[in-house]
């Protein structure tokens, strides 16, 4: 198995432009994936619930697709909105065409009662400070309700938020994830502890990187 660092992977998906590969596609395989992935963990029913926590960046693109996806599947979605996205922002411009429902923190408590799964997406492989904000007392609040009966599945978009990519570390707001759904290659801190001991189950998915780039990491 290929281990990254946060450099590396960027380095990785930026030599995927020229290969036909551009930041778009690259957004699109990450959140089918992740969508796949939550799906066939949820039963592949299309009576499912789930949350999807959306950050800033790029791993909350992933997060759009991905509830995208399971709306269009039948699963019933409710997206958080943990940061401000741009006007321009098309993957949650189709969300709201479809009228899934997206939500502030304010609603994060309805939205996971009886949610059988949790996809954070809410900071990936770029997160370098500590959590804090609206973001840290969203994640509290997903901890708790996962300590509760009957709690939801909680699935991880690259790296559970909180735990660092190159070594490990985890911040103390950081999520156990059941299983984080790694793109293009695994990260180092997803192996090391105490990162290791968050990210549950690690899947690597294909995104579309150039095979050759990563070969010669």
Known sequence: MKLVTAAEQRALEERAAPAGRPPEALMEEAGLAVAQEVWINLGASPEGKAVVLVGPGNN????????RHLHDWGVAVTVLLLARRGGDDANLKQLLERGVAVREIDALDEALAGAEGVVDAVLGTGRARPLDGVIA???DRVAQARAAPAAPQLFAVDLPTGVDGDTGATDPHALRADVTITLGCSKIG?????????????????????RDAVEAL
Do not use: N
């Not at 909350?60 to 509830?67: E, F, P, T, Y």
């Not at 997803?190 to 150039?210: K, N, Q």
């Open 60 to 67: 909350g693109g992933d997060g759009l697709v991905a509830a």
């Open 137 to 139: 007392q969203a994640l």
């Open 190 to 210: 997803l192996h090391t502890l105490p990162g290791a001991s968050y990210a549950g189950r690690v899947e690597v998915v294909d995104i579309g990187l150039p």
